[in-house]
């Protein structure tokens, strides 16, 4: 306000540097300064209160983390609050809280919300102020009555009308303090004029027959008015005292100043204007006490990824079209040579085509056989709890046409980012592209076309790559071709692939990697045999090419299935055409010198089946140990569960 009285033609925005914020009496913070600014601009504003809380260890166990909430916003019941934090828990609509109290004592607010271990506590406090009164809005409705109409004023007009009504305040409570101030200044003249005629006056008073002939001749001779002369008459003698008398001349004096300076306020705007800059202050020091709201400049409306937790999660695609996202630790590792486990129920001629470990919160691009490139986060997937299930059609994830089908399924974070430049897409007849990933950061829901496909060509692999990198091609009868990603031009987003690998008749591309001289190459075949040999055995070569034999074929082996680099992997899926899933160590798969080899058995597939398609993982780690706490049982070597003994 004194900010305003100061400089006049200050705004709104201006005087927020003052009024910053409303201040609750229970604390809190305010999130985000536009819903203020909003109702201080416009008269009109939502203000959102978060509690204050803060994430720490349990005292007895180190692994497990509680809330402590020790500030709420303003009119939310404690009671209430904890009951509806209870009752979410327990009907699962927040997932990790065990327990929750209230330790509130004398020295202050305390509720505790224990977690569960594993869980991500930041992840449960977002969902908290999601969903409970821990986060709270106030409406801002300035409405006043301006001259008797009712306004919706602005934080300016608010303080000038407060001001305008301080000024009448100051105004007419020093024309009362003046009137009061003259009046007495009148009895004491009346009283200065006695005590200077005090002979006469007692003479005066001594011969009157009354009290009513006393005061008129008091008024007749010494020109006095009634009031006067009753004061005169109502004067006790120890006023007649020497001191008394000088006492009463202070008081005179005093009287005088206090209404020149009554006089000379009132007839000066600006010095009511300094009265109530005094008023104010005192005010504040009187009154005032530190802010208990803090204002953070955080957003307050929590998006979807603020809620979502980071966890692993195993995405499939059946060969038909249907996604399906469980958490990882659904598999369990097994040993070389096993069956596997049923990875999803499917329809006939219906396998698994991709499978891949990601973090819920990376982004998922789904690559068509059309050369087009759509794209979903993680924990925008529907969670299935069992791996049994089918999943849902990827038609209703993403916006595919009738005639397209998904063909490569990568994954992009924060990371690949920043460790990738480009992307890099291989074709069934041999075609490859080289694009800037940048090209693909903003993807609209309709989807972008990727790449010019060619006659009845359709897209089969879709891997990142920098600088320096390698590009391998593998044909399903064998063959491979190793050339440099620096050979390719950078090519724009819609525009057609150049030769990559030439192929014979019936010959087809069934993958495309990259990877560089310290990689490794896993190849498999549809009957499970499978070898890994340093990508340095494949001797660069201009692209174009046939390439050079990569695998000896035999009855045993079928044609190849798939090739993965797997340079820093530690585990490998393998997914059969009836969906059966084998998880197990790349170091069990025994690392073979020389290109033609057949390589060592990894995966028996049952009759009538054959591998459809391998995904390698790194940093995937499920214990044994984790699976024997979930199963009761603990796998045997050959990766079959042993019945319970009687």
Known sequence: MNALIDNPEATSEDLMKYVRAPDFPTGGTIMGTSGAREAYTTGKGQIVVRAVAEVEEMPRNVNRMQIVVTELPYQVNKAGLVEKIATLAKNRRIEGVSEVRDESDRDGMR??????????????????????????????????????????????????????????????????????????????????????????????????????????????????????????????????????????????????????????????????????????EEVKSKHGDKRRTSISHDAYDLSREELEAHEQIVITLSQGGYLKRIQSNTFRRQHRGGRGVSGMNTRDDDPVKELMVVDSHDKLMFFTNKGRVLSKIGYELRADQSRNTRGVPVANIINVWDTESISALINIGKKQYEDYEYLVLGTRQGRVKRINLDDVEHIRPSGLIIMNLKGDDELVSVKLAKQKDDIIFISEQGMGIRFSVDDLPVRRRTAGGVKGMSLRTGDRVVSMDVGNDDSKLLVVSKLGRGKVNPLGEYRRQGRGGLGLRAFKLTKNTGLIADAQIVDETNEVYLVSENAQVMRTDLSEIRSLTGRITQGVTIFKPRPGDSVSSIACVGDFAIDDDEDEKQTGTKPSKNGKTPKNKK
């Open 111 to 280: 509720v505790v919300i224990e977690l569960r271990g594993g869980v991500q506590p930041q992840v449960v406090l977002n969902n908290l102020y999601k969903q409970t009164p821990l986060q709270s809005s106030f409406s801002a409705n300035m409405l006043a009555l301006i001259d008797d109409i009712p306004r919706v004023i602005t934080l300016k007009i608010a303080l000038q009308q407060y001001i305008k009504f301080r000024q009448q305040v100051v105004r007419r409570r020093s024309e009362f303090e003046l009137k009061k101030a003259e009046e007495r200044a009148h009895i004491l003249a009346g009283l200065r004029i006695a005590l200077s005629n005090l002979d006469e006056v007692i003479k005066l008073i001594r011969n009157s027959q009354d009290v009513e002939n006393a005061r008129i001749e008091l008024m007749a001779t010494f020109d006095l008015d009634q009031p006067q002369a009753q004061a005169i008459l109502d004067m006790q003698l120890r006023r007649l005292a020497a001191l008394e008398r000088e006492k009463l001349e202070q008081e005179y004096q005093q009287l005088q100043e206090t209404i020149k300076g009554l006089q000379e306020l009132l007839g000066d705007e600006s010095k009511i204007l300094d009265v109530i800059k005094d008023e104010t």
